[in-house]
């Protein structure tokens, strides 16, 4: 049995997984997407020759299911190998992800207090923790916190530590046996010809089956009559009639919620990616992809070297730094101009002796204003009311972290797509239409 047609609002892995599986499943399936370019934060772009990501990205999952799926739509544009990173301070690179071998390698001094710290770590202290701080210290010893989450967190979010909720840390933090790679334990791999290669690949196969991939389309309303989204109006003038039609959203929910005129108090920090082009065959240290910066009296938070994601499209004497720079509390940012940002951050990374500043030839930025969902203590009920309101659209489903207000990589967005995929294709949902995914809890009153 056939649903009727599926428009799909968003051309990020979200939107184009659930699009190809609905479209190999043989639905009519058209999706919709601002940009220029499809991919959304795991698009690229090509640089004299260079390919370099939004942010570069690791292709990973501890999902067989998933993994398989990869294999087979684009096993061929993956290059499986390990990832490192480390935590810059005070003029130190500390491993990161944490683990208690090195910890062996701090100075003394640390060292001895983070293992006494570690010691009498007590399980009762993380039950009563009330907000970020609280729990990353129950965690990892107060040290530790000070040391790696408190700076850097701040820095990236924009907001204290003690305001944050602390259901993002237990997800987040952990202290392993060794140091090994940061997805040691499971499939791995950078995209050869960057994540935007991947995400064509995918759009291509949309397209094999019938679907239509339609870019330069912004979405500015959706007219909802009668609980259901009756039309899509979009910034370039054109309108489409939805009233059969079944619309999944994986544009961030602020988005969707001014697109539907719902006020919305949630927030998503915003990202500037300074990208800089340096005549050195590579820059930051051997076996590192990135590296994190707590310090405030840098821009960004994190830098990594697409070229050691994987180096196909490079030649041997330049690589591209990428700077991520979450300027959420420093609108300020915004009124510098391209080349004053590039120089400005030129200038901090070359005085703390990574690379010099006469290797630096070119650069260019990139700005995301909503890209990770900031967690703040007593989100959860802006969350169900505005999720309610979205619920009660018979049409509309969310899909996909940015659009479900969840912190998630590309495993994940493919994950969240083959359960809706799921939902909607099964027989129960052909036939009554009454349930959807993620649908907000109600106490019966009756």
Known sequence: MKLEQIIVIGAGPSG?????????????????DAAE??????????????????????????DKETESLWRDLFGDLLEEKEFFSKNFKDGVLY???LSYESIERFPPDVRKKVKEELASLRPQDMMRASNFKEVVAAIVGPTLQE????????????????????????????????HRSFWYNQYSAAAIYGSGAVMDRLVERIEAKGGRVHLKHEVKELVIRDSQVSS???????????????????????????????????????????????????????????????????????????????????????????????YTNK???LNLTEDQLLEEVLGQFSSLG?????????????????????????????????????????????????????????????????????????????INKNIKAGEAFRFNTK
């Open 331 to 333: 609108a300020h940012l």
């Open 16 to 32: 184009l997984a659930t699009a190809l599986g609905l479209a190999e499943r043989g639905f009519e399936v058209a999706v919709f």
């Open 232 to 326: 899509v109006k979009f910034a370039n003038g054109k309108e489409i009639d939805t009233k059969n039609s079944t619309i999944v959203s994986t544009i961030p929910l602020n988005n969707l919620c001014a697109a539907i005129g719902l006020k919305c108090a949630l927030r998503f920090n915003s990202v500037i990616l300074a990208y800089l082009i340096f005549e050195k065959d590579f820059v930051l240290p051997d076996n590192v992809q990135s590296i994190y910066f707590a310090h405030e009296n840098t821009y960004f938070h994190r830098v990594s070297e697409q070229k050691k994601f994987s180096a196909k499209t490079f030649p041997k004497d330049k690589t591209i730094l990428t700077f991520e720079i979450s």
């Open 354 to 430: 990574f690379v010099e500043e006469q290797d630096y030839i070119t650069g260019f930025t990139r700005r995301w204003d909503s890209v990770n969902p900031i967690l703040e203590l007593g989100f959860e009920d802006e969350f169900v009311r505005v999720n309610s309101f979205i619920s009660n659209v018979r049409n509309l489903h969310t899909v996909g972290g940015s659009a479900e207000f969840v912190y998630g990589d590309v495993q994940v967005m493919f994950r969240k797509a083959k359960d809706l995929v799921d939902l909607l294709t099964s027989e129960h949902y052909v």
């Open 95 to 97: 491993d990161y992800p």
């Open 147 to 178: 040391l790696f989450f408190e700076a850097y967190t701040q820095k990236l979010w924009g907001i204290p530590t003690v305001k944050m909720s602390a259901k993002w840390a237990p997800k987040r933090i952990e202290i392993r046996k060794e």
């Open 37 to 62: 370019i499809a991919g959304g934060l795991a698009g690229s772009e090509v640089f004299e020759g260079m390919t370099v990501d939004y942010g570069p990205h690791i292709y990973h999952t501890d």
